[in-house]
């Protein structure tokens, strides 16, 4: 069954931190514009070359962002989790989306009318710094990842992506492991690196031997602050 909720926009809005703040009115402004969506697990949001009209905020599930080369090989970007806001390339620019966007699980998601929500910012300085905060941070996060791909070995880009994906994906548990919430496939893992699923394996067995990395019933477990020694260790 897809999740659903019965809250009016305006409740769900504040479960998502940019909106955490906003003023009543503000929030009925920008519900004006949204409505909400399930989607079933594997469902299309949107395609690639899409006219973008429209920007989404992940209430809860998880969407995958992905291309798709000219050669046929499929790459994720990223994979939004609750709160999230994609695509953050989409304000103030004619033209259509530059990624695919589909469910990993069943999702709820609220969808905003683009147009009108620039609109919303124009006029209302205090949102458009907080939407501002939240792009920045985005662009400190794909610098990060920029770096990882130009300097880190397979090995490092592998450990970096784990790490970074727990502070969103995961939850502690007992013995300082850290149980993602969610089942994250190694072909999943391969294409937010770049590489192939084998390479993948191998990364996650040379690590599993390092007892840093295990699974339960399906679940990747990981030891964060011993991955984050390693990580260090290796690049020294």
């Known amino acids: 069954m897809v999740t659903t909720t019965s809250e009016p926009i305006t409740q769900v809005l504040k479960s998502i931190a940019?909106?955490?703040?906003?003023?009543?009115?503000?929030?009925?402004?920008?519900?004006?514009?949204?409505?909400?969506?399930?989607?079933?697990?594997?469902?299309?949001?949107?395609?690639?070359?899409?006219?973008?009209d429209h920007i989404y905020f992940v209430i809860n599930g998880r969407i995958r962002i992905y291309r798709i080369s000219k050669e046929g090989k499929e790459q994720t970007f990223y994979i939004a989790a609750d709160g999230d806001m994609f695509?953050?390339?989409?304000?103030?620019?004619?033209g259509s989306y530059t990624a695919n966007a589909a469910a990993e699980t069943e999702s709820l998601?609220?969808?905003?009318?683009?147009?009108?929500?620039?609109?919303?910012?124009?006029?209302?300085?205090?949102?458009?710094?907080?939407?501002?905060?939240?792009?920045?941070?985005?662009?400190?996060?794909?610098?990060?990842?920029?770096?990882?791909?130009?300097?880190?070995?397979?090995?490092?880009?592998?450990?970096?992506?784990?790490?970074?994906?727990?502070?969103?994906?995961s939850s502690a548990c007992e013995g300082g492991w850290n149980k993602f919430d969610t089942r994250l496939t190694n072909q999943e893992l391969a294409g937010m690196v770049g590489t192939t699923r084998e390479t993948v394996n191998r990364c996650l067995n040379e690590l599993k031997k390092h007892e840093v990395v295990t699974s339960n019933e399906g679940h990747l477990m990981i030891r964060t602050d011993r991955l984050r020694q390693m990580l260090h260790e290796a690049g020294n």
């Not at 003023?23 to 949107?46: G, H, M, P």
């Not at 695509?87 to 004619?94: D, I, S, T």
């Not at 919303?120 to 990842?145: A, G």
Request: proline share 3%; aromatic share 12%; net charge neutral.
């Open 18 to 52: 940019l909106f955490q703040y906003f003023k009543d009115w503000e929030l009925e402004a920008v519900a004006n514009v949204s409505t909400l969506r399930a989607y079933k697990r594997n469902s299309q949001l949107f395609c690639q070359y899409e006219p973008m």
């Open 87 to 94: 695509p953050h390339e989409g304000f103030f620019r004619q």
């Open 109 to 169: 998601c609220l969808v905003t009318a683009l147009k009108p929500f620039e609109e919303i910012l124009i006029h209302n300085s205090d949102m458009t710094t907080k939407m501002f905060q939240l792009l920045t941070d985005k662009i400190i996060d794909l610098q990060t990842r920029l770096e990882e791909k130009s300097c880190y070995t397979l090995k490092r880009q592998v450990m970096a992506s784990l790490i970074r994906l727990s502070s969103t994906h």
